[in-house]
Nanobody, 125 residues
Framework: VQLQASGGGLVQAGESLRLSCLASERTSGRLTVGWFRQAPGEEREFVAA????????YYADSIKGRFAISRDNAKKTVYLQMNSLKPGDTAVYYC???????????????????WGQGTLVTVSS
């Protein structure tokens, strides 16, 4: 399965963006899709994840209440709705997937075996 992220862009603080992560094929396994971000000079950081079958979601504390992850299985797409964006949200955002992810590894980028290309989100003040 290949993942393709899209939807990044340049917005002002307080505005919204929706990122999309499209899978190359429909999956029947226990797929978990996560969003990570990486700012220049920083380590890759967990943002949110979703179990595609059950819809169970996970969020980083730094974005709780502002971001929402969802999925549309018919469209093979996972979304990241980002509201009330701040300059500190500026980063390259990546979607990643795993069929074998245990809950304790959801927040760890090394738990994911499939990665899409990044999409740049820039939030100006």
């Amino acid at each position: 399965v290949q993942l393709q992220a899209s939807g990044g862009g340049l917005v002002q603080a307080g505005e919204s963006l929706r990122l999309s992560c499209l899978a190359s094929e429909r999956t029947s396994g226990r797929l978990t899709v996560g969003w990570f971000r990486q700012a220049p000079g920083e380590e890759r950081e967990f943002v949110a994840a979703i179990r595609v079958n059950s819809g169970t979601t996970y969020y980083a504390d730094s974005i709780k209440g502002r971001f929402a992850i969802s999925r549309d299985n018919a469209k093979k797409t996972v979304y990241l709705q980002m509201n009330s964006l701040k300059p500190g949200d500026t980063a390259v955002y990546y979607c990643a997937g795993s069929f074998t992810l245990i809950s304790s590894n959801v927040y760890n980028p090394f738990g994911y075996s499939m990665w899409g290309q990044g999409t740049l989100v820039t939030v100006s003040s």
